[in-house]
């Protein structure tokens, strides 16, 4: 199949995930594996604690929106931040009010 240009550019990859640890996540700037010599694996648990961090706070930004009984068709990957944040707010509704 086709890939993109920068399809498995790993070093592509590693600066754009330290540009939105250094914008966003700020606390996990200095997060590594002190004992590790390799360079690479040394960074892993600051990458991997990226990952959760992003899968966090998506998660909470879906909660929130369901609390607030928001049904939201646009929720979906290229309408949020990295960050946990709605970049899209249109096509949505409301439920009434429930009482089961």
Known sequence: ????PSAFDWQLLRCLADHCISECYQHLVGVEDPEEE???F???PRY???VLEVT???SRLAASWQCLGAVHGMLNTDNMSISGLTLDHGSFAFLDHFDP
């Open 42 to 44: 040394r960074a892993a």
């Open 38 to 40: 390799d360079e690479d």
């Open 56 to 58: 966090r706070r998506t």
């Open 1 to 4: 199949g086709h890939h993109a």
């Open 48 to 50: 991997h604690s990226f």
